[in-house]
Every structure is written in C-alpha cells, then in structure tokens.
C-alpha cells in the first residue's frame, strides 16, 4: 500500500468535538450490548460496529483507569476502488473528503483520499482493539500493547464487506452515496486543491497555481472501478505499541522470507543496516542491556535511511520545480538526462526510480515505526544508557565506519555521474544525523539533569518530550535533518500516541504493516496478538 501524508488513523490535528453520540456503556450493561467493554468485536456489520465503538470509546474515554492495559488503538487502511478518469489520476495523498462522523477518543474522522495508480483509499479512525491476555494469574499491566489478530481480521472482514459493495458504483457521488446507505458513514464532498508534494510522475496534467483548484462537482463526477491493484482490496494497519514490542515484531519479521524486502532497493538498505547494527553493538560494549539493544537496533534502522535522504530530496525539489512551472514531472523535455546517457535513463525514469527509493526504504522489515527515533529511545533508555549512546555516536572510528557503510547507491541503474553525487550527499547526511543525536542528547535529553539524579526524576523530565517534528510533520520526500531519520511526513506526534490511564507505564509509538494482510496477522500471532 502506498504511503500518505494523512495518517489520520493515528494522529492529525484535533479539531471538532466528535459527532459520535454519547451512549457511554456501564459495566454492568456490557453483556447487554455487542462487544462493548466486553472481550472481542461481536458485531455482524460494519455499522453496528461503529455503534460499539462509539459507545466504548466514550466509555474509556469518560474514565480509561476502569479498562488499564485492555486496550490499543487500531486504524485501517484500505484501497478499495480506482478513478478511470479525471483530474485526480496520478495525484497522491490528496484527501477527497472527511466524514462528518467523528470516533470520541481521538475526534478524528474517516478520509476519503487517492493514492498510487489512481487509487482511492478509505483510512479509518483509530478504533480500540482488545490486547492479549496476560495470563490467568499474573496482572494486567504484564500486557503487550499489541491487538488480538482475531479481532483485527474480524473488522477487517466487515470493512471488506462494505467497500466491496460500494466500489461497484459508477462516480465518486455515487460511492459516498452507498457509503452511507451501507455504513452509515457521511462524507461531503468540496473542492479540492492540488499541492506540490501530490503531483506524481505517472500524473498526464500539469498543475500549478492557475489549475490547482478543482470544484465539487468535477470531483464527484470522477468515475470509479473496483480496485485492480494488488489483486482487489487492500488493507493495511496501523496500531499503537511500545518499543519492546516494535523490536519484537521486527526481530520476528526477519525471519519469514515473505517479509523481508523482495527488491534490489529494499536489500541493499537492509544491508547497510545489518552493517551498523553490527557496529553500534559492539561499540556498546560486550553485554548492552536489552534496553540498549532496542534502542541500538533503531538507530541503525534510522541511519540506514539515509541512504534514502538525498533521492528523497531529488524528487521533492521537482515536484516543487514543475508545481511552479506548471508542467508535469515528466517536464516538456522527458529525455533531458539523456545526453550521453543510455537512452532508458529519461527524466520519467529517474523520477520513478527516486520515488521508489523513497517508499522502500520502509520495507527493511515487516512493520515501520512512525516516530522519530530518539523518542524510541525516551521510552527504554536510562540516563546512563543515553550517556553511552552519546560515546558511541561521538566515537571517531564508529561514526567513520558508519559513513563508510552507508556512502553506497543503492541503485545501480543511475548513470556513475548521478550516483556519484547520490553517495557523496549520503555520507553527509549521515554524518549531520550522527552529530544531530548528540546534540538532542546533550541539550535536550540531558540538560538539566547529573550524575545525582535519581531514576524517577529522570522519568519524569523526560516523560512530555517530543523529539520529532510534532504535528507539524513535512510532506511526502520532504526531509527536515533535525528529525533525523526519513520518511519524516508519517511520523504521529508523541501526545497523539500516548494513551493515559490505559498504559501510564508505557510509552506508546505508532507503528504500520508493510506486508500483505494475511502476512501482517501471522506477524501479529507470533508477537502474541
């Protein structure tokens, strides 16, 4: 599944108090009502499913100390129908509307967006998902923060269920017509405005400041087909978990073949990362705590993606070059990096080649963690470990060793005269995002702390930080080096992560699957879930 700036399953901005009816659920009418507080989804329809929700979620969020450790936060993602025309094809991430229903934890909506190959994708809010029991004789808080792969198939095969149906209708009017008959869900449909970072290279119109603007009426009469991609519809998932977990699945992931990366792009940064996780451990000294471990493993995930950065900025500067121009990505000249050049190498081809890049570079394992990595780190490390996270960044060997390992192109079809440059640019990148972790460490996670300071104390200066962008994340191939790592536009703000009074104990990180489904659900059972 393609990536997207929205990411409203797990984090946007809040805004209007939800429209979700308040039908809090008392604990001794649970076993009255389908699944609510009650252990797994019940319901035999997506919109009755809905209705749960809304009564649970209003529930938790009325008191969450009555359901600690019960819960995580599950949002979906599904492409579920294609435009076949339109001023919309070849343009990504742009949402086409928002529901006027709202889920009460979050207040965030349904969306309604394109994505990669003329793609339209319904991405849910997140709804809250059962957790493994931790035995009969042991206490909640043993829990993982990781959903019951039951429950997420079950609701899974009940969103199937509707967009199945919906995606037989003939325009976009006609699909948020069905949606609502079928779900209940009610999308309005506005003019929409085209953005640089939307514009793609398989995109046939030129945009700019003078066509940006596309009315109502032409978006719903796009017409639409059920969805050929990836065989029908596709889902993907996103949840809510702590780093010990994250680690796990992606230790898990590495040993399915079906969930390590199945492209060239994919494993030469998989490479690189083996390479540096090597390095960090044993610059770590001979037994790291398995804190330490989880954090290391992180950041040699995150250093790697910096073979990824300069590509990145490559196709984002020509979205905002043909934006200004008015021109498609492809440009009026496609074959101007022909010259002397095999004649493959057009302009359409590199464009191609560095969005790819910029995607894959989530794909080293069977899950992407959307957060910066030094808020990993603020959930697991001690003020001692970080000190010694600082003495390995700031090691002139390792740091030499680890520019070394990522200084490779991870592509080989660019002529030498553009690799060059690529490898160069990564090599500072990389050495700018060792020096970054230093200085966060130093003047953020550190500062105002020593020796004396106790490990509540600690806990407790770090416990609100955010080291990432926030909400005020970039768009897609946009790169800001003092987040360090890439793909920086999925990144959920800390606070939009966290879930107070369910799992006070645990800082919680929002991560996707980047498997086929059915893969992403055995992952999920291995892990516990």
């Not at 009418?29 to 009755?48: D, L, P, W, Y």
């Not at 796009?222 to 991609?229: F, G, T």
């Not at 804190?291 to 950041?299: C, P, Q, S």
């Not at 040699?300 to 990145?312: D, E, F, H, K, N």
Request: proline share 6%; glycine share 6%.
């Amino acid at each position: 599944m393609s990536d997207s700036r929205r990411e409203a399953n797990e984090g946007s901005e809040r805004s209007e108090p939800s429209s979700t009816p308040d039908c809090p659920v008392r604990p001794s009418q649970a076993n009255a009502s389908r699944g609510v507080i009650q252990r797994r989804v019940a319901a035999g329809t997506f919109k009755e499913f809905l209705e749960d929700q809304g009564k649970l979620q209003n529930e938790v969020k009325k008191d969450p100390a009555t359901t600690p450790y019960q819960y995580t936060t599950v949002g979906f993602e599904h492409e579920f129908a294609q435009m076949t025309d339109g001023p919309l094809r070849g343009i990504d991430h742009l949402e086409v509307a928002r529901s006027f229903e709202r889920m009460p934890l979050t207040e965030l909506p349904f969306v309604l967006e394109t994505d990669a190959s003329d793609a339209l994708e319904l991405v849910s809010p997140p709804f809250l998902m059962e957790t493994p029991s931790s035995g009969r004789l042991t206490p909640k808080s043993w829990r993982k923060p990781i959903p019951l792969a039951a429950d997420v198939k079950k609701v899974d095969d009940l969103i199937r269920t509707d967009l199945s149906k919906v995606s037989q209708e003939n325009t976009i009017v006609d699909l948020v017509g069905a949606l609502l008959q079928e779900s209940g869900i009610t999308f309005p449909l506005a003019a929409v405005e085209v953005e640089p970072f939307q514009i793609s290279p398989a995109g046939r119109t030129a945009y700019g400041q003078a066509n940006k603007d596309i009315n109502a009426g032409t978006v719903a009469g796009i017409p639409i087909r059920p969805s050929q991609k990836g065989g029908g519809i596709t889902t993907q998932i996103n949840f809510a978990t702590d780093a010990a977990t994250a680690d796990r699945l992606q230790e898990e992931s590495r040993k399915d073949p079906n969930l390590v990366p199945d492209s060239d792009i994919g494993r030469a940064i998989l490479a690189v990362e083996d390479g540096i996780r090597a390095l960090l451990l044993a610059a770590a000294g001979r037994r790291p705590s398995t804190r330490l471990k989880i954090f290391l493993n992180a950041l040699s995930r995150t250093l790697s993606g910096q073979t990824a950065v300069p590509y990145m900025r490559f196709f984002h500067d020509r979205q905002v070059q043909a934006f200004a121009a008015s021109e498609t990505m492809e440009g009026p000249e496609p074959d101007l990096f022909d010259v002397n050049r095999p004649s493959y190498f057009t302009r359409i081809f590199a464009l191609t080649l560095t969005e790819s890049v910029s995607s894959r570079v989530k794909d080293t394992s069977g899950i992407w963690v959307k957060d910066a990595v030094l808020n990993i780190g603020l959930g697991v490390l001690t003020r001692a470990e970080w000190i010694t996270v600082r003495d390995i960044v700031t090691d002139h060997q390792t740091a030499g060793s680890i520019e070394n390992l990522t200084a490779t192109d991870v592509s080989k079809h660019m002529p030498a005269d553009f690799r060059d440059p690529i490898v160069q640019a990564i090599r500072q990148a990389t050495r700018a995002a060792l020096v970054r972790v230093q200085t966060v460490i130093d003047n953020q996670i550190l500062h105002g702390t020593d020796d004396n300071t106790s490990k509540a104390d600690f806990a407790h200066h770090t416990k609100d930080l955010d080291l990432g962008p926030g909400r005020n994340r970039g768009e897609f191939a946009e790169h800001n080096p003092d987040f360090i790592g890439p793909r920086q536009d999925t990144y959920i703000a800390s606070a939009d992560a966290q879930r107070p009074g369910i799992w006070e104990n645990k800082r919680l990180h929002v991560v996707e699957t980047r498997a086929e489904f059915d893969k992403a659900l055995e992952l999920l059972r291995r892990v516990g879930g």
